[in-house]
């Protein structure tokens, strides 16, 4: 599914980034989302993810998904309870993904009170 990358095979964090057109209606396609981010927080590895709704276009969202490593994402992915997740996203949805691996990060600079 994904192409090795010598930096996220390392153990590594990988993000896991998904566009989604949505052509079902929003509170569907949010409430199959809810149940599948709940499928894969409970997987090892997952860190954290947020689900985004695009302002101007409704039908269009991005998850961003953080892992541990890209062995902990694979191994969620290739879990036999994974599977239906996904055939019911496809269902309400088209996607698009890809992974990265983080290059710069810079937290907010704390200002006087």
Known sequence: MFEED???TEG???TFV?????????DEFE???????S???SQPGFLR?????NISEEHSYINIAHWRDLASFR????????????TELRALSTSQHNLYAQRQ?????????
């Open 75 to 86: 191994k969620a992915l290739e879990h036999p309870d994974f599977r239906p997740h996904a």
């Open 105 to 113: 990060s810079l937290p907010a600079t704390q200002r006087g009170h």
């Open 31 to 37: 409430q199959v989302f809810a149940r599948t981010a």
């Open 6 to 8: 010598p930096d996220a």
């Open 18 to 26: 998904n566009t989604f057109t949505v052509h079902a209606p929003a």
């Open 49 to 53: 993810h947020t689900l985004l709704r």
């Open 39 to 41: 499928f894969m927080s």
């Open 12 to 14: 590594n964090p990988v």
